[in-house]
């Protein structure tokens, strides 16, 4: 296999993933409007930024991006923040 071909299959697989993750995160937007409890939409919402993590770092990848990364980082950031918000407002309200 030359290195042409194994560019091109792994640009093939990376494009593979982020369709797999934007279903995941189209199913995960679909179950934080849904959710009958706090909880799925707890989750939902952590699957939405952990997703949304992957998709910018694939991104930065196929698109050479470099900023991509540090926008994926932020993201990351963020949700960690929200994350910890989210679990106070739910521990102040019980």
């Given at each position: ?7 091109s ?27 009958p ?57 019980d």
């Amino acid at each position: 296999m030359t290195t042409g071909s194994a560019s091109s299959l792994l640009t093939i697989a990376l494009l593979l993933a982020l369709i797999i993750l934007l279903i995941s995160l189209f199913i995960g937007l679909i179950r934080a409007w849904l959710g009958p409890s706090v909880e799925d939409r707890f989750s939902a919402i952590l699957l939405i930024g952990t997703g949304g993590v992957a998709i910018l770092l694939i991104l930065a990848i196929v698109l050479q991006i470099a900023a991509l990364y540090d926008v994926a980082l932020v993201l990351a950031l963020l949700a960690v923040v929200g994350t910890v918000a989210l679990t106070q407002s739910e521990n102040t309200h019980d």
